[in-house]
């Protein structure tokens, strides 16, 4: 066994020498402790000293003994040189002194620890701000920029930033995210994509009433990464993070997806199966915008392919040439006196419904493009301008761009809706179903008809009920310019079968993507206030939505009963999410709220997740934060700069207005430092970069 090595110090160990009491420096107030050789006394200071002549050279150059030996040095404060016998005046002003420095030092530690929280404050706000509009390289700088016009000390570059975002800012408004979803009711909107590091990803957003910003907030829930691109890999993984976050699946009132990919809305084997074997009364919407311009895009491969060429050449000849684009100014300049060249846009497919205002600005200044390529196919002899100028030539491909136009505008119009975050979410599923309806009612006889409700159940397939194409309602402007276009009967009754056949598969294609249970969302137009408030409110009876509820229903049909009986503020349809947040909060004479459970399940059908354009936003700010330049960007960072933004976001405030909380400040510690530095030894940069 080996035996431990035993210092100089602590084999001999130091004893009190009286030579001390004799050297210059330290003879005017040394002195030895009576019982105890290993430690020496200072008279000025009152306090026990090592016996160790460094330490008491050491003590002998510390303010604290300069001040005391400043003090007593005066010519009053002469006092007998025997060990520890000071006179009574001289050590009660020395207790004094002693006091009141210690007192001194403890408003400094004040002074200190307010500094260092402030300073801490600062790095907190920087780093909000940088996690919210910036890249983190610009810390490096911004740091000491602020910290010289601060005239603060302020050390914080990209390390220490991003870990600030990931390990406190980041967690820290996840959990207050978490504490306010509580045990309620929430809907998610999921959306698979791939950054540009070809990872597969998986973005969460959870929909909900928050009881703390009283209204029903979309926020930013976190990213999943996968390997391993099958459905049940996927379901465990959302299990798994819903688990993590303490989430119930089966307070899962509603799912929202694109729609597109197998792994989530497969019927047989995916994410969706296993959400209905967990969640039997949940609710899948696939994303209404993505569904729409599924539609059209059926739709409009019904109509000649040549449209479409002609939309996105047109756009080609002037994107790619400034030359073209002059010479197109000069014509536009002097057929319309005063008047500017609209520029003429691009369909994508990455913009919904993008071909909507491409038809409206082509059809705008479609004489003065067909002169301009005309120009060019007779000075230039260019094929692409022949080609668009016999396009533009043809009477066929202007009435269908006539036809399209009121077509394309309503879904756009109602695609722009979904995208709304204020828009009353009843009034949605309505506008949706009402396009469908009048659709139907253009293509077929009325008599097909008998009810309103009828209409949904109509049977696609049944083609005896149809119109003849001269009696489809196409609209009076396609009248008009097919009256002047003067075209024989048959091609003008064969370019009116087409536009029936266009609306027809418009129609099939919005019937196969409208929801399953597409009649409980369609009466969640009965919770509109003019319609609760109404002498001919539906009876509770007839509310096709209430097999969603799970709780007593005689307790909310008494509280239906109730609701016209109280004088309500917000009672516009506008105003819905106000309306019942006030049904929900109101109280009785005695202080009970007596419409709590119904506010609370109206507020919980509102959550549905009507549209996944909120997902769709959080994707393309993934793209902005993680892109070629950035692509070692690690996954954990990421998300926690999606946490900042969304938190910004629910609470309607930017960086500028961003208070950290005493959580924040408390974790920014030493402890913190030592996990950074750890962090930084193991992984390197790589997740700053």
Known sequence: ???????????????????????????????????????????????????????????????????????????????????????????????????????????????????????????????????????????????????????????????????????????????????????????????????????????????????????????????????????????????????????????CVGIAADGLSANICDHKNSLLKKFYELNPCGVFIKCICHSLYLCLSRAIDVLPLNLEYMISQTYLWFSQSTFHQKQYAELYAAISVGENALKVLQVTDTRWLSISPCINRILSQYDTLKLHFQSVKDNEKDYSADLL???????????????????????????????????????????????????????????????????????????????????????????????????????????????????FELVNQIKLRLPPNVQHLESLGALNPSVVLSPLRPTFSTLSFLSLYRGDHSKLEQQWRNLDTVSWTNTEDGQIEQFWVEVLKHTDEVGDKDFVELGLFVLTLLTLPFSNAAVECTVSQMNLIKHKLKNRLQDSLLENILRIRAYMHRNKICCNQFQPSKEMISLFSSEFYAVANSRDAIEGYNDIF
């Open 389 to 503: 100028y016999q396009m533009y030539s043809e009477p066929v491909n202007r009435l269908y761009l006539v036809f399209l136009q009121p077509l394309v505008q309503e879904a756009n119009r109602i695609s722009k809706l979904f995208l709304l975050e204020t828009v009353n979410p009843v009034k949605l599923i309505t506008e949706l179903v009402m396009l469908y309806k009048t659709l139907l009612q253009k293509i077929v006889k009325p008599s097909a008809f008998p009810t309103w409700s009828s209409i949904m159940n109509y049977d696609m397939r049944s083609k005896r009920n149809y119109l003849p194409p001269s009696e489809v309602n196409l609209g009076q402007v396609f009248l008009s310019e097919l009256a002047e276009a003067k075209l024989p009967s048959q091609i003008g009754d064969a370019i009116q079968l087409k536009c029936r056949d266009c609306i």
């Open 1 to 251: 066994m080996a035996h431990k090595q035993i210092g100089k110090w602590e084999k001999y160990g130091k004893r009190y020498c009286r030579d001390w009491e004799g050297e210059a420096g330290l003879k005017d107030w040394v002195r030895r402790v009576p019982g105890d050789q290993s430690k020496a006394a200072c008279r000025y200071c009152i306090c026990e000293i090592r016996a160790h002549h460094s330490d008491l050279v050491a003590h002998s150059k510390t303010k604290k003994h300069k001040k005391h030996v400043a003090l007593l040095s005066q010519p009053s404060a002469n006092v007998e040189k025997h060990p520890f016998e000071f006179d009574i005046r001289h050590s009660l002003q020395l207790e004094k002194q002693v006091s009141f420095e210690a007192e001194q030092d403890k408003l400094d530690e004040l002074r200190h620890a307010e500094m260092d929280e402030s300073i801490n404050v600062c790095a907190l706000k920087l780093a909000a701000h940088i996690a919210c509009h910036m890249s983190i390289f610009t810390v490096d700088h911004l740091g000491c920029i602020i910290g010289g016009i601060a005239e603060k000390d302020i050390s914080l570059h990209r390390t220490k930033c991003s870990t600030i975002i990931r390990d406190i800012i980041g967690p820290t408004v996840h959990k207050e995210l978490l504490r306010d979803i509580g045990n309620g009711y929430y809907s998610l909107i999921i959306d698979e994509s791939s950054d540009v590091s070809s990872q597969k990803q998986l973005c969460l957003m959870v929909r909900y009433f928050s009881n703390k910003l009283k209204c029903i907030v979309s926020s930013f829930a976190g990213i999943i990464t996968f390997t391993a691109s099958d459905s049940d890999f996927i379901t465990e993984a959302l299990l798994l993070f819903l688990n993590e976050n303490k989430l119930n699946i089966k307070k």
